[in-house]
C-alpha cells in the first residue's frame, strides 16, 4: 500500500520520527463507548495494481501496530474520487 493524501488533511505524523511521513485528517466522531465528539484521525491508503489483484483473489488486508497496546481501529473503504 502507499500512503495517499487524504482530502482536508490537518497534519502530518511520522515525519520528524524519520518516517515518510502520514497525512491525518483530524474529526470527532460520535461513539458508542466513548461518547459523542470523540476525536480520531483518518489517513489514506493506495493500494498498488498487484494488491488491488490480490485482494480481488482474496488475500485479506491486513493492519499493522506498532507496539504492544492496540487502540481502537476501523478499516473501510472510501468514496470514489471523482474526475475534476
Known amino acids: 500500500m502507499q500512503v495517499g493524501i487524504i482530502q ?3 497534519r502530518i505524523l511520522g515525519k ?4 515518510l511521513g ?3 485528517r483530524d474529526i470527532v466522531v460520535d ?10 484521525m483518518q489517513t489514506a491508503w493506495l493500494p498498488t495494481p498487484d494488491e488491488i489483484a490480490a ?6 488486508i491486513i493492519l499493522q501496530i506498532l ?10 473503504v ?4 471523482s474526475d475534476g
Request: charged letters at 10%; zero cysteines; aromatic letters at 4%.
Open 8 to 10: 482536508g488533511h490537518t
Open 16 to 19: 520528524s520520527q524519520g518516517y
Open 22 to 24: 502520514l497525512p491525518v
Open 31 to 40: 461513539d458508542v463507548v466513548n461518547g459523542p465528539e470523540t476525536p480520531a
Open 55 to 60: 485482494i480481488a483473489a482474496g488475500a485479506p
Open 67 to 76: 507496539g504492544v497496546n492496540h487502540p481502537p481501529v476501523m478499516v473501510y
Open 78 to 81: 472510501g468514496e470514489i474520487p
